[in-house]
């Protein structure tokens, strides 16, 4: 049973309506191994920003996945998970741990049990966890890919359309600054031609009053002088 082998490695601490632990009912002060928070890198992204690995934590439904794989492929006879059962059942008795685990042997020893057959088939159990980390990885990639590549395709468009709109930018501020001094010499280009014009009408009208006045005053003179007005 899933719940039976899942004792075997994690160690479950009951909490009262207060939220307040439970003390143990076990005699001995030695625990079973509590199975400790192992860090997962999280995928490196393409982006020179991605954020570090963070420590994950011991989460049931991780646990239950890796205990089902292992109770799927459990050996037949006394194995490894027999024996951690054993010395887990040795647990409230007053010995140390090598004890136990010397005791625990003892008893398998009666079966024809060898220290290699139990290495041999802790490591056959080491090798499933290593497969379903397999498993995990690949789905855990594709789930990058999915959510994060996509996204991560968006951003490198996104920053080449800011590279390109930049560049544009540059370029229209030197187009701007041609302009401005275009614009500048044009302006004292019709500065220069608006005082010639102006300089001009002044000459022009000068030289027209010059001959008028004198036009008029010969006109008078002639009134008076010849006709004695």
């Known amino acids: 049973m899933l719940k039976n082998l899942k004792s075997l490695f994690i160690v479950e601490d009951d909490t009262n309506s207060k939220g307040q632990k439970k003390a143990s009912s076990k005699k001995s002060s ?67 741990e090598a004890t136990r685990y010397k005791s625990a042997y ?12 139990l290495i041999k088939t802790a490591k056959f159990y080491v090798g499933v966890l290593n497969k379903e980390e ?4 690949e789905t855990l990639q594709r789930q990058v890919q999915q959510k994060i590549g996509q996204r991560q395709d968006h951003i490198k468009g996104l920053e080449d359309a800011i590279q390109h709109k930049t560049q544009q930018i540059e370029q229209l501020k030197k187009e701007i600054e041609e302009h401005k ?16 014009l102006n300089e001009t009408k002044g000459n022009f ?25």
Do not use: C
Not at 70 to 95: L, P, S, T, V, W
Not at 106 to 117: L, P
């Open 106 to 117: 003892a008893m398998a020893e009666t079966m024809g049990v060898t220290v290699d057959h």
């Open 181 to 196: 001094k275009m614009l500048d010499k044009t302006n004292e280009e019709v500065s220069g031609v608006q005082s010639k």
């Open 205 to 229: 009208d000068a030289s027209y009053l010059h001959i008028k006045n004198q036009l008029e005053e010969d006109i008078r003179k002639m009134t008076q002088y010849l006709k004695g007005e």
């Open 30 to 96: 030695t625990k079973p191994p509590v199975q400790k928070p192992v860090k997962e890198e999280s995928p490196r992204p393409a982006s020179p920003s991605a954020p570090k690995p963070t420590s994950g934590q011991v989460q049931e439904k991780f646990t239950n996945t890796l205990l089902q794989a292992i109770e799927a492929n459990n050996i037949d006879g006394f194995d490894y998970i027999e024996y951690k059962r054993a010395i887990q059942n040795m647990g409230e008795m007053a010995m140390d």
């Open 134 to 137: 397999q498993k995990f990885t």
